[in-house]
């Protein structure tokens, strides 16, 4: 598997679309906050999400939705230096006081960040696509692979797409229900236990660029992801499955489908994601790996703004030795 081989995207990414940072505004009772930025060579543009600092009656904090963000080249030379002292001047005329940025492992906008503010956070896996059928598909997987899909056909696993405009309250029902199973199973933190609406408002928001592979038993349920697109790439964005079924392998078979079929509507890459850590024995990874081709870095920026200010609120809000970056963030998981 080879590291760092995908070119860079200068096409927006479904995760800085108005649909998407819509659906995450809602979600964080956020106010979403769209910067473009200009020199001589080239335009930039950067959104996030803005809340007050609690206790604090003009004082802000913003951070990327939740998935891939940051600095996007909208038009110009792909050399071009990004206006990082422009971004900064930006927030703190808008009294922000401290950014939490995701950056974008395929489109590698780490390198728009000063080195001091960037912190590597995981490994991701990509896979890149072409038009295949089944078999062919089939060919590139490790024995281990082939054996668990061919498993799931035999024992009668039916997966079935849904389009995002045609998910109604059932399937929405159904995928919450699988979904909030998988968080307790993951031990996640209270954030990623999302609820029905935030699901809810996945299809309705993203309608034809949101698909629902479900993964069947006898009619019951046993598994379902879903994938996000854009005009060049698909995202494994939100995953669950029953590990009371997990003999039959439903995350394998849904993972295989839509490499599959993605391949024959033309997209170019599918990203999958990571793990739950940096390391490469995380589980999670290693599953995701085994239908890759590529692994990508992740990183994350941590900026303050007002770093005097920063500190003083910290402090005051007896938060000074917290882990966590964002004020709110700490505040909110204070003992």
């Not at 870095?297 to 809000?317: A, H, P, S, T």
Request: proline share 2%.
């Amino acid at each position: 598997m080879s590291k760092e081989i995908v070119g860079v995207f200068t096409v927006k990414s479904i995760y800085v679309s108005d649909r998407y940072v819509k659906i995450w505004e809602r979600y964080d009772k956020a106010t979403s906050l769209r910067i473009v930025l200009e020199n001589d060579k080239a335009v930039f543009e950067i959104v996030l999400l803005v809340k007050r600092i609690v206790g604090e009656d003009d004082l802000f904090e913003a951070y990327t939705p939740y998935g891939y963000g940051g600095p996007v080249l909208i038009q110009g030379s792909q050399d071009a230096t990004f206006p990082f002292e422009k971004f900064v001047y930006e927030l703190a005329k808008r009294n922000i006081v401290d950014v939490f940025v995701r950056l974008s492992p395929f489109l590698k906008n780490q390198r728009y960040f000063p080195m001091n503010i960037l912190e590597l956070n995981r490994y991701t896996v990509s896979r890149t696509l072409s038009k295949m059928s089944h078999n062919d598909v089939l060919r590139t997987l490790s024995k281990g692979t082939k054996w668990s899909i061919r498993k799931s056909i035999n024992c009668g696993v039916d997966i079935s797409l849904m389009n995002g405009k045609d998910i109604g309250k059932t399937e929405i029902a159904n995928f919450h229900k699988l979904y909030s199973r998988s968080m307790k199973v993951a031990n996640a933190a209270d954030y990623y236990f999302l609820n029905r609406e935030c699901i809810k408002n996945h299809f309705a928001y993203l309608g034809d660029n949101a698909h629902l592979f479900v993964a069947k038993l006898d009619g019951r349920w046993i598994g379902a992801s879903l994938f996000m697109r854009d005009e060049r790439m698909c995202h494994y964005h939100l995953a669950a499955s029953d590990r009371n079924f997990s003999r039959f392998y439903p995350a394998d078979r849904m993972l295989f489908e839509a490499i599959v079929f993605y391949g024959k509507e033309g997209k170019e890459l599918v990203h999958l994601g990571g793990g739950l850590s940096l390391s490469e024995d995380d589980s999670l990874f290693r599953f995701k790996k085994k239908f890759g081709n590529t692994i990508n870095e992740f990183y994350i920026g941590k900026l303050v703004v007002k770093n005097k200010l920063y500190e003083e609120l910290r402090f005051k809000k007896g938060i000074r030795n917290s882990n966590y970056f964002l004020i709110n963030d700490a505040l909110e998981r204070k003992p």
